[in-house]
């Protein structure tokens, strides 16, 4: 199985929004609505902030949003802070029972 | 709220086996709402999902660790253990347990390095 396509790296002043990109195939993104996108700050572990394409956890921030068409999900950021400057990582089931991470993409905030 | 936590050797030689266990605090491993993983990160890079099981104990593997993969599930301990055999330089990451069908939770992750 192939990794999950994401940009190497993103960056945003503070209070702009971005979008980070999530590519996979029929098999795994565009197969179900199983996409989850994963925020990691500097030697802490992954945090779910969406899950089933769009949904969000209790106690993540709605400046986070998620979508999906086709064979692509993206992640937005609204209102982009410091804070959110991370790691982050798109993850799909696929169609042969596994799971699937893209490469991750470096957020900025400038 | 679920808590979990790893622990195992964090050195291992090459061409053994590396074995981690994850302890699940806060609700019962066999519960039929609860699917559970290993994920590594090699150090400076990205996330790879190693296998994952069921409640029921039905495996599945990343299908380029799956010879040598068994993850495996103790429900009177409430953990869950990875074994990676033939291990090499190649296999040394941050090895983290974690729980729920979206990866919920996760446990704060385990250094294994490999060497002799």
């Known amino acids: 199985q192939s990794a999950l396509t994401q940009p190497a790296s993103v960056s945003g002043s503070p209070g702009q929004s971005i979008t980070i990109s999530c590519t996979g195939t029929?098999?795994?993104?565009?197969?179900?609505?199983?996409v989850s996108w994963y925020q990691q700050h500097p030697g802490k572990a992954p945090k779910l902030m969406i899950y089933?394409?769009?949904n969000r956890p209790s106690g993540v921030s709605n400046r986070f949003s998620g979508s999906k068409s086709g064979n692509t999900a993206s992640l937005t950021i609204s209102g982009l802070q410091a804070e959110d400057e991370a790691d982050y990582y798109c993850?799909?089931?696929?169609?042969?029972?596994?799971?699937?991470f893209g490469g991750g993409t470096k957020l900025t905030v400038l | 709220q679920l808590q979990l936590q790893e622990s195992g050797p964090g050195l291992v030689k090459p061409s053994e086996t590396l074995s981690l266990t994850c302890t699940v605090s806060?609700?019962?491993?066999?519960?039929?709402?609860?699917?559970w993983g290993w994920i590594r990160q090699p150090p400076g890079k990205g996330l790879e999902w190693i296998g994952s099981i069921y409640y029921s104990g039905n495996t599945y593997y990343n299908p380029s660790l799956k010879s040598r993969v068994t993850i495996s599930l103790d429900a009177s301990k409430n953990q869950f253990s990875l074994r990676l055999s033939s291990v090499t330089a190649a296999d040394t990451a941050v090895y983290y347990c974690a729980g729920s069908l979206s990866f919920d939770y996760w446990g704060q992750g385990a250094l294994v390095t490999v060497s002799s």
């Open positions: 993850g799909s089931h696929t169609t042969s029972n596994s799971v699937v």
């Open positions: 029929s098999s795994d993104v565009g197969a179900y609505n199983y």
């Open positions: 806060g609700g019962s491993i066999s519960s039929s709402n609860y699917y």
């Open positions: 089933d394409v769009s």
